[in-house]
């Protein structure tokens, strides 16, 4: 139940959430620095922690829906309090995250217990007031927006006029307005009359950061469709598509499951768009549909390895990759509890690693290395002895600086740039 599902920074950066398994929500919010304790720069600790979703039943279709948060997404701040998107497989809900460190007192009516008292003795009016107590973090539901998904959700996005957000199962995406939960608008929808004819699902979908009617959509044979919901009400006709053609040499039975695209992500500035699939991860031009403009190689030495990651289903995994706020720098993870690190300037590139044995509070992070056959020096590691039960499917990178949360399995890791 606490394997962590989902990583988001806020837009500061000074919060960050995470969802697991078991529907539950943990925010952390980053220590102020203090002149006492400089060594403990910037670090998070636990802020709040909630029940997010339960395990339901759908008795119409005798199926259980599982309380495992998939995403979450945070909205801007505007007043004091903040407030998150979280979904499971069927269900969105809006809350609030607020602060109380005050409580009324001498209320008319009640006793100092919330018991109601005999009128008959009330003989003085007394004005209630605002007494200071501990601090005490409330979440509280504010929407809920169920019943308009038959599928699997599998991505929420925040619109930027920040009135409507999207979600999107394996065959539909929905439009909502936050103020309206009992209805949302159907913008895409894939499936077919005839369910023995379906041949694609969508994967993952996103907003563009800054243009409210544009958005983009993956699907499970690698291919990127923009959509523009000026264009019509039912956005089934893509303004663009991005496909890489298939080099035929190449070609093999695992060729159409890892071209699956398993997240699609806009850059902060939008003019770029970035998928994973199962081995790469690709930087799009919006302007060019034909090929994507770079490529990275995330873990090439599993090519060898195909047939038996489908045999153990780790061949399905869904790995995301996140931009780092400069859209210089993109990362994305891989077993072993391995996070891999692209340069897009120098295209230089790194491998780290999320462990315990090595991830003290301050230690410096020592880049690995994966050999493929032949002799193997004493600091690399051999392909053949990869923990695939360890894996990093998901990642956030801090709004603007170089700090990095890195999910593997139920232990989140925060990494910052060392300073000098």
Known sequence: ADIISTVEFNHTGELLATGDKGGRVVIFQREQESKQQPQ????????????????????????????????????????????????????????KVSERDKRPEGYNLKDEDGRLRDPSMITTLRVPVLRPMDLMVEATPRRVFANAHTYHIN???????????????????????????????????????????????????????????????????????????????????HAKFFEEPEDPSNRSFFSEIISSISDVKFSHSGRYIMTRDYLT????????????????????????????????????????????????????GSYNNFFRMFDRNTKRDVTLEASRENS????????????????????????????????????AWHPSENIIAVAATNNLYIFQDKVN
Not at 46 to 62: A, G, I, M, R
Not at 363 to 374: I, M, Q, T
Not at 383 to 392: A, N
């Open 40 to 95: 403990r720069r910037g670090e998070y600790n636990v802020y709040s922690t909630f029940q997010s979703h339960e395990p339901e039943f759908d008795y119409l279709k005798s199926l259980e829906i599982e309380e495992k948060i998939n995403k979450i997404r945070w909205l801007p701040q505007h007043n004091a309090a903040y407030f998150l998107l979280s979904t499971n497989d069927k269900t969105v809900k809006l809350w």
């Open 281 to 332: 991860v690709k930087v799009w031009d919006l302007n060019m549909e034909n090929r994507p403009m770079e490529t990275y190689q995330v873990h090439d030495y599993l090519r060898s390895k195909l047939c038996s990651l489908y045999e153990n289903d780790c061949i399905f995994d869904k790995f995301e990759c996140v931009w780092n706020g400069s859209d210089s720098v993109i990362m994305t």
């Open 155 to 237: 991505s929420i996005s925040v619109n930027s006029d920040y009135e409507t957000y999207m979600s999107a199962d394996d065959l539909r995406i929905n439009l909502w307005n936050f103020e309206i939960t009992n209805q949302s608008f159907n913008i895409v929808d894939i499936k077919p009359a005839n369910m023995e004819e379906l041949t694609e699902v969508i994967t993952a979908a996103e907003f563009h950061p800054h243009h409210c009617n544009a958005f983009v959509y993956s699907s499970s044979k690698g291919t990127i469709r923009l959509c523009d919901m000026r264009a019509a009400a039912l956005c089934d006709r």
């Open 360 to 395: 003290k509070p301050r230690a410096v992070l020592k880049p690995r290395k994966v050999c493929v056959g032949g002799k193997r020096r004493k600091d690399e590691i051999s392909v053949d002895s990869l923990d695939f039960s360890k894996k990093i499917l998901h990642t």
